[in-house]
Each structure stands twice: as structure tokens, then as C-alpha cells.
């Protein structure tokens, strides 16, 4: 079945040696997919185009290819359904029904701001599959500054349970889309 994937990307064709600092190690395990067995998180934390929603696509590939069930959309995206479902008074239901996927990517928060019921929405979500499933979520923002996301006292729980069993992957450096290839402008 389709995760929702916006373009498939794999971890294999992730070009390491693009100049950006980011902790090798780290995403080689990831890959290894212990994170879902063990009910983890993983955090990809950069600025645009350092390839974050690339690795958690690769991730996202990797997990599905094998046999787990994974869910891509972008936070924005998450935060309309979550929406719906409690409006139709079906929110304890629609958090139950993903439970049936092992991996859920929340792609781009921190791309527009939340309001405050929206912030509780993502803060259920958390609080639902912590330790029992997980998230992969992608952030220009660190943790730390989400509460300029997510505004009011939900902001430091949610990131206090995201956090907790997480991988954290920080990315630096410019934009794959805007690097230099022998001194011309890729693409
Ligand atoms: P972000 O989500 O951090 O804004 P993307 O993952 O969308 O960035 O990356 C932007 C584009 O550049 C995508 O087409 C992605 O596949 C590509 N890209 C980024 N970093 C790398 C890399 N190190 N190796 C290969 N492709 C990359
Ligand atoms: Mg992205």
C-alpha cells in the first residue's frame, strides 16, 4: 500500500559526501531500523534543503521494504486530519487506527505555526505512541525554539516526549538544491 511518500528517495543514494556536517553514524543505524523495533523517534533538524525529508523517506523505504506499515505527510497535513477526527468526535479512534503503523513521518514542522488547539492535537499524537510506536519528524526549528511553533505550555511536553527516546540528527550546512558542481550551479 502507499505511505504517502512525496517522491522516493533512498538512504542509498544520499551523497555523504555533499559538504554538510551531519553524524554518519548515526543514519547508517537508523537504517538498520532498530528505532521501529525499539519504539523510537528520530528527529532530523536542519535548514532547508540539507536533505532531511530525503533521509526520512530512506528511512521511510527502508521500514516499509521491511514489512512495516509507514505513513508519510507533511505536519500540516497530520495536523488537518488529527483536526477532522476530533471534530467528528473520533479522536481516541483515529489515534488508535494509527496504530497500525509502525512508522509515522511528520514531515516540515516548524514551516507555519500552530494554534494552541492544534499544538494539543500533535501533543495527543505524541503522547498516544510514546513507547509504543514511532515518529519520524523532520524540524528547521531546534527543540528547544518549538515552543515559537507550537505556542503556550504544550510545546515543552510535546518536546519532552518526542525527545525522550529519540534519535536526534542535526544537519548543517547550505542547500543540496543550491550547491556548486565544479563551479556552476548544479541542476
Ligand atoms: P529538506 O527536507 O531538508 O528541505 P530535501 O530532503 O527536500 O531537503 O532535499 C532537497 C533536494 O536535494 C531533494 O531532491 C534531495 O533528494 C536532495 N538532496 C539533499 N541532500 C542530498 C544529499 N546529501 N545527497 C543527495 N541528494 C540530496
Ligand atoms: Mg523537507
Redesign the pocket.
Known amino acids: 500500500r502507499a505511505a504517502g511518500f512525496p ?1 522516493r ?1 533512498l538512504l542509498e ?6 559538504p ?1 556536517s551531519f553524524d554518519r553514524e548515526t543514519v547508517a543505524r537508523l537504517g538498520k531500523l532498530d528505532f521501529v523495533a525499539a519504539h523510537r523517534n528520530v528527529v ?1 533538524v ?12 530512506g528511512l521511510g523505504v527502508r521500514a516499509c521494504q521491511a514489512g512495516h506499515s509507514v505513513r508519510f505527510a507533511t505536519a500540516e497535513e497530520w495536523a488537518a486530519r488529527l483536526a477532522g477526527a476530533r471534530d467528528a468526535g473520533r479522536l481516541a479512534e483515529e489515534l488508535s487506527a494509527l496504530d497500525e503503523h509502525a512508522v509515522l513521518i511528520v ?2 514542522v516548524g514551516y507555519t505555526p500552530f494554534d494552541a488547539g492544534t499544538a494539543g492535537l500533535f501533543f495527543q499524537l505524541i503522547a498516544h505512541r510514546y513507547e509504543r510506536s514511532s515518529l519520524v519528524v ?1 524540524t ?1 526549528r531546534p527543540l528547544g525554539r518549538w515552543d515559537e511553533i507550537f505556542g503556550g505550555p504544550s510545546a515543552l511536553a510535546m518536546v519532552d516526549r518526542l525527545a525522550h527516546h529519540a534519535e536526534l540528527v542535526r ?1 548543517d550546512g547550505e ?3 543550491m550547491r556548486r558542481v565544479g563551479g556552476a550551479w548544479a541542476d
Open positions: 517522491s528517495k543514494e544520499f551523497d555523504s559526501e555533499h554538510h532530523f536542519g535548514p532547508p534543503g540539507t536533505g532531511k525529508t530525503h533521509l526520512a523517506v514531515d516540515e523532520t528547521d544537519i542547500s543540496y538544491r
